[in-house]
């Protein structure tokens, strides 16, 4: 993702976001329980066991998952 991509995407609402399919942004961070998906404010949604299953897990929800620097 291009860094005036993620510049916009981060001062979209959620009504421009779900107009282009999205329903919220969340990220991945590896932990020893597992891969920790967390909603864009850090809210944990959810554990996953494997990398593939928690971005599957991003992709069925229409979230966009976003890269952290």
């Not at 860094?3 to 329903?23: D, K, P, S, Y």
């Not at 919220?24 to 920790?36: C, F, H, M, N």
Request: hydrophobic share 45%; glycine share 4%.
């Amino acid at each position: 993702m291009n860094t005036n991509f993620a510049t916009e995407l981060r001062h979209m609402t959620e009504q421009e976001l779900a107009l282009i399919g999205v329903t919220k942004l969340a990220y991945i961070r590896s932990t020893p329980e597992g891969y920790v998906i967390h909603d864009a404010d850090g809210t944990v949604i959810m554990v996953s066991e494997t990398l593939s299953l928690a971005l599957d897990a991003i992709e069925q929800t229409k979230m966009l998952q976003v890269t952290l620097h």
